[in-house]
């Protein structure tokens, strides 16, 4: 893996007659297709690795599946091999789908499962000085790195409300968790990163030596490349705890107030809203915040224990789950009991990092618990100023009786340089909604206009349903990301399903 | 590519010239259907109801020339148009004659004619359709039936035989393409008040091509395989589905 930290362009890979076969034997070494369904492969000039297999492919909210060729590589030379292969229905590299609508697949064409490229290849960890750093393939799971991190004294930079997403898709969606209003997005700490392109070049990207690129590819949603490795900075902890301050606060304007006047005292910050709440306690919730917590923090008796890293399921949602699980009435009773068993104030209570950061990750395949028809997250930002589309938001959604079982509202810092990148200053406010009201569609159009006038967008990691009309003035510097984006693929071989619904 | 809740962005409307099929093209193009390209033998007739489907909403429009009979031509269509056009979300076969009922049972040729463009050429234009799905990984493909296929009347089954036939032939395909990505909706309206049944008496129960439409979109939306319009069509059908022969050969219908 070349580790020399300036952009350098090495020679493409395979171009020896013995590694990469001529064109004309092309699909000679696909095998036998077993259900007949492979496109013909008219583009790229080189044939595919063998391997490789029919699979319908949806998102995390699981809907829209289609169907796709999928290929696990086992080296970065098998990565290009088969990009190069690609036609004009296009490649896509996959983690581990947890976005929730259709960046990770690629209806008719080839999807890159980045399952076997993972590992710790680098690292260089200083904790005297608390400075610390990791190389990893761009499959790794933060769930890997963390048990491999946190027993070591080190934690992610960022990270989502799931540990189940590599880091590959940390960078195509520039994730952002609990501490953005503070320490920005996943990319904003990545130092180094190395990308194959549709080009035939395997790149390595800095934020210094090559930002336009480097740019485009954080929250490029993985149109610009495929990411084989990355290096990025780490933030040193003493236990694998955090002392967490948690708050209920009884509406939309005492919670943002609360956010307002307390967040820089806390690394983490976020707040879970009732959406189903009306009248005088619209938008009431429960605001926790936090830090990791210092050895001295902890009882004596977990002391011993204080960087043990066992997150544990505690159950899986069977693939039966019958559909109308989520509606309503359920919603409606669970967010009472959560913002009533929530205390009123409570300080410095010591939770696990799964508990504080991933709690739904302790409940396997929970997004069945939707039944067949899948949900969606609509999450969006507004700028500060902006508090008030929030409001109406909730209200729209409140008064269409929509359930929002799982409602989070937080700050953002102001935004990195990358033009799909998501967070800008302001509060953005992530939703979970069963896909089958009648009117759910044009419902969430109204709530996109709402967020374009008020200069906010959409988290297009989580989209699925989003018209292309609004992507300019949700994105507006979508045209420097083309521009960007045609030079490090001019043959446009980097398709997903999202990228022909928005047109990008 | 069609969005989390079955909105499309493209259709194929084969038999562009319908009634139902320009009213299901209208429908689409409200909801955000960008590209919609009508196919058929009469050029002019669908050129004249493209500004209809465009001020519904469709930013790009087109009419290609397809014949059912023509069954040679039929994938050559398919390929044709895809290629030009790209990806189809949805591909509605909406070409259909209703025939003439008391002809057709004294003369085979007519009886044919009917088979052959409800049946046969439906038949062929969805295996090549449903070919290209296939290959894109995605996409419906809606096809009309009628409640008349549901169980043969006397008063119009050759008509009745053909919708049978293709109803069939397309339950079976959806079947096949199961994993695929692409599936087939069926879509069963009961009498059509349209240029089709012009001059008919409609039938208890009777619909219009909007409501088709509507229905149809709805079908897209929530995924489902089977459609009937009106939807209390189904309760009806399934009671007489089950009537004892001399009974239902004497009902008015």
Known sequence: ?504 | MNDALGSVQSALVIGGSSDIGVATARALAGRGCRRIVLAGRDLDAMRARLPSIHDAGAAETDVVPFDALDTDSHESFVEDVFGRHHDFDVVLVAFGVLGDQAKAESDGAAAVHVAMVNYVGAMSVMVAAAKALRRQGHGVLVVLSSVAGERARRSNFVYGSSKAGIDAFAQGLADSLVGTGARVMVVRPGFVKSKMTEGEEPAPLATTPEAVAEAIVGGLGSGATTVWVPSKMRWVMSALRHLPRPVFRRLPI
């Open chain 1, 1 to 504: 893996m070349p580790t020399d930290a300036d952009l350098a362009s090495v020679p493409p890979e395979g171009t020896d007659p013995e590694v990469r076969p001529s064109p004309d034997a092309a699909n000679a070494g696909a095998g036998p297709h077993p259900t007949g369904l492979g496109a013909p492969r008219a583009g790229g000039g080189h044939h595919l690795p063998p391997g490789g297999d029919d699979v319908l492919l949806n998102g995390w909210g699981r809907t829209a599946p289609t169907r796709a060729r999928r290929h696990v590589p086992l080296s970065a030379d098998e990565v290009g091999a088969i990009v190069d292969a690609a036609d004009r229905r296009g490649v896509i590299a996959r983690g581990l789908g947890r976005s929730y609508g259709d960046a990770a697949q690629n209806a008719g064409g080839l999807v890159i499962d980045t399952d076997a490229l993972s590992g710790v290849l680098d690292s260089d960890l200083d904790p005297t000085q608390g400075r610390g750093s990791i190389s990893v393939a761009a499959g790794t799971s933060l769930d890997e790195l963390m048990h491999w991190l946190v027993p070591r004294g080190w934690f992610v930079p960022v990270t989502p409300g799931t540990r189940f997403v590599t880091v590959g898709g940390a960078i195509a969606a520039d994730i952002h968790g609990k501490n953005h209003h503070a320490e920005g997005s996943f990319c904003e700490h990545v130092t180094s990163m190395t990308l194959r392109t549709g080009d035939g070049e395997t790149r390595i990207l800095t934020p210094s030596g090559s930002p336009e690129e480097f740019w485009a590819t954080a929250g490029g949603l993985g149109l610009t490349g495929v990411v084989l490795d990355a290096t990025f900075d780490l933030i040193p902890l003493e236990t694998a705890f955090l002392t967490v301050d948690a708050e209920r606060a009884a509406d939309l304007d005492d919670l943002m107030a609360r956010m307002v006047d307390g967040d820089e005292r806390y690394r983490y910050s976020v707040a879970w809203i009732d959406c189903l709440a009306t009248g005088r306690s619209l938008g009431r919730g429960v605001l926790t915040r936090g830090d990791h917590a210092k050895l001295s923090d902890l009882p004596f008796h977990r002391r011993p224990q204080a960087r043990s890293f066992k997150p544990a399921s505690l159950f899986s949602v069977p693939g039966t789950a019958p559909p109308g699980l989520v509606n309503p009435l359920t919603v409606r009773a669970f967010n009472e009991v959560w913002f009533r068993k929530a205390p009123r104030r409570r300080r410095g209570h010591i939770e696990s990092i799964p508990w504080f950061f991933h709690p739904l990750d302790g409940i396997l395949d929970w997004n069945r618990l939707y039944g067949p028809r899948g949900f969606l997250q609509y999450q969006f930002v507004v700028p500060t100023a902006a508090g008030e589309t929030v409001r109406h938001v909730i209200e729209k959604l409140s008064r269409a009786g929509t359930a929002s079982f799982l409602g989070v509202i937080k700050r953002f810092r102001p935004g990195n340089p990358g033009p799909l990148s998501f967070p800008t200053e302001g509060w953005t406010l992530a939703l979970d909604i069963p896909i089958g009201r009648p009117g759910l569609g044009p419902l969430l159009d109204d709530l996109d206009e709402l967020v374009v006038e008020a200069g906010g967008r959409i988290y297009l990691a989580k989209d699925s349903r989003l018209r292309p009309e609004l992507m300019a003035a949700m994105y507006p510097r979508l045209d420097d990301w083309r521009e960007v984006r045609s030079k490090l693929d001019p043959a446009g071989v980097f398709r997903s399903d999202l990228s022909r619904r928005l047109g990008l």
